[in-house]
């Protein structure tokens, strides 16, 4: 059945924007630019976007070619004044964080897209060399074959619907599946209608260890199931791999260690050929409460340790790494609307951007960008502040302590750092909050890369 439906504001302006005529007034001005040019392209912004400085800001921060772009997070806030939540994305830490687990990694690199499947991420990593991705939903498949056609996709799920399982092999050309029961490996073979063709994943669950979020309560075969999987396995498909997570945030190197050890016994239990090892994720970022050693030295280690466990030589290696490429990409900055002795009442939490902070009790490191007329002359005292959401559930907080200057005051605003891992991912819209205003920080501006400011 065919529904008309009215075009919304927004995709008349992105309509409006594919034509040339358009999108070239949004150009970066050429040198031979003449003033009756320049004048005519800032006629048009007004009439896209009205005469409100912070409008056309914003709109070029959201527009299809475009990003408002500043040299510091508090150079954005003092410029804007953001009444909703807004992600200062910085590129340079993302390309930076890829580069550096290229550079140590000796096998394939899977971005775990459920950490941040934001398109401007995705298109920075993919730009550092990025071009394999770990994905958990139709939903992820469709948005990384939008953006990277070309791209070799990991369905990483242990459970999975069968018209994903269906649809990924024949639409999307998925080959790569994992599992962690006799059940659903029944599932992806009826799929797939006894592919021969498949990349076929035991996962194995851990004892907890060093992880701040631990995984294997939900996912994973235990080592007596896995060595029936994988010999079950190992009849029918093209290569055999083995798959395992230590956690997400894991502070101890040594994790991966027993890790790869216990995979060593399983795989000289089920005496069987090894095509792919699969170390996961769990690699962390760094906070002022949470000290972690440097990812080379986790990498250095798991890989020595893989030296030692007798693989054959064509066994290839792979990891899911997510917090680790894109954990620093971003700075939240929220908005203090209301201060009550020793709580903080702000214009996120819990059901947006913090869950982590609110369920998982994860520190993340906070200062404090005060508002024009708000700067202090002095530094302030610190003081012990609960923190409060938007949302009308009385559990939606951060209990702390979480020390913040003491002269904080409504319309201040708290800059959060390292929320590019699950945090916009993890927004539900409860209450009617959400937001998904970005602008880009970086310290030395393109000439070529649309500004407004």
């Known amino acids: 059945m065919?529904?008309?439906?009215?075009?919304?504001?927004?995709?008349?302006v992105r309509r409006l924007w594919m034509t040339k005529t358009v999108r070239g007034f949004f150009c970066a001005p050429s040198q031979r630019e003449t003033g009756?040019?320049?004048?005519?392209?800032?006629?048009?912004?007004?009439?896209?976007?009205?005469?409100?400085?912070?409008?056309?800001?914003?709109?070029?921060?959201?527009?299809?070619?475009?990003?408002?772009?500043?040299?510091?997070?508090?150079?954005?806030?003092?410029k804007l004044l953001p009444d909703k939540p807004l992600y200062c994305m910085h590129p340079d830490e993302i390309k930076e964080a890829a580069t550096l687990f290229l550079k140590h990694f000796s096998g394939k690199t899977f971005y775990a897209v459920k950490s941040n499947p934001d398109k401007y991420v995705l298109q920075?990593?993919?730009?550092?060399?990025?071009?394999?991705?770990d994905v958990a939903s139709m939903d992820?498949?469709?948005?990384?074959?939008?953006?990277?056609?070309?791209?070799?996709?990991?369905?990483?799920?242990?459970?999975?619907?069968?018209?994903?399982?269906?649809?990924?092999?024949?639409?999307?050309?998925?080959?790569?599946?994992?599992?962690?029961?006799?059940?659903?490996?029944?599932?992806?073979?009826?799929?797939?209608?006894?592919?021969?063709?498949?990349?076929?994943?035991?996962?194995?669950?851990?004892?907890?260890?060093?992880?701040?979020?631990?995984?294997?309560?939900?996912?994973?075969a235990s080592p007596e199931l896995a060595v029936s999987l994988l010999q079950e396995a190992s009849l029918k498909s093209r290569r055999l791999g083995l798959s395992f997570h230590v956690?997400?945030?894991?502070?101890?190197?040594?994790?991966?260690?027993?890790?790869?050890?216990?995979?060593?016994?399983?795989?000289?239990?089920?005496?069987?050929?090894?095509d792919i090892l699969d170390i996961g994720g769990g690699f962390p970022v760094p906070s002022s409460n949470n000290k972690v050693p440097p990812l080379a030295?986790?990498?250095?280690?798991?890989?020595?340790?893989?030296?030692?466990?007798?693989?054959?030589?064509?066994?290839?290696?792979?990891?899911?790494?997510?917090?680790?490429?894109?954990?620093?990409?971003?700075?939240l900055i929220l908005r203090v609307e209301l201060r009550k002795d020793d709580a903080l009442h702000l214009n996120d939490g819990g059901y947006g951007a913090l869950f982590d902070c609110c369920w998982l009790k994860v520190h993340k490191d906070m200062r404090v960008i005060y508002a024009k007329d708000n700067s202090p002359?002095?530094?302030?005292?610190?003081k012990a502040f609960k923190l409060y959401g938007p949302t009308c559930d009385s559990s939606d907080a951060i209990l702390g302590p979480i020390y913040l200057p003491d002269d904080i005051e409504e319309g201040d605003f708290i800059a959060v750092s390292n929320m590019g891992a699950y945090g916009m991912a993890m927004q539900s819209g409860f209450n009617g909050f959400y937001s998904d205003k970005k602008v880009e920080i970086i310290s030395s501006p393109d000439p070529k890369v649309m500004t407004l400011i």
Request: net charge neutral; hydrophobic share 40%; glycine share 6%.
């Open 2 to 12: 065919s529904i008309s439906v009215s075009p919304r504001p927004h995709l008349l």
């Open 36 to 78: 009756y040019m320049a004048k005519e392209r800032g006629a048009l912004k007004s009439v896209l976007y009205g005469t409100s400085e912070k409008n056309r800001i914003m709109a070029a921060a959201n527009a299809p070619n475009g990003i408002a772009c500043f040299t510091s997070v508090e150079a954005a806030v003092q």
């Open 124 to 133: 920075q990593l993919g730009s550092a060399g990025i071009c394999h991705f």
């Open 140 to 220: 992820e498949i469709r948005l990384i074959k939008g953006l990277f056609p070309e791209s070799c996709l990991a369905f990483m799920n242990t459970v999975k619907a069968r018209e994903a399982i269906s649809a990924s092999y024949y639409d999307y050309g998925v080959r790569t599946f994992v599992f962690d029961s006799f059940q659903e490996l029944q599932k992806i073979r009826q799929e797939t209608n006894d592919a021969t063709d498949l990349n076929l994943f035991v996962r194995l669950a851990l004892p907890k260890g060093s992880a701040l979020h631990p995984l294997s309560e939900k996912f994973g």
């Open 247 to 274: 956690g997400s945030q894991t502070m101890n190197p040594n994790s991966y260690i027993f890790a790869l050890e216990l995979t060593q016994r399983v795989l000289r239990e089920a005496n069987v050929k090894l």
């Open 297 to 331: 030295n986790y990498l250095e280690i798991i890989q020595n340790e893989i030296k030692t466990m007798g693989l054959s030589k064509d066994c290839e290696l792979w990891a899911e790494p997510g917090t680790a490429l894109c954990g620093r990409s971003t700075t």
């Open 377 to 382: 002359a002095n530094d302030p005292a610190q």
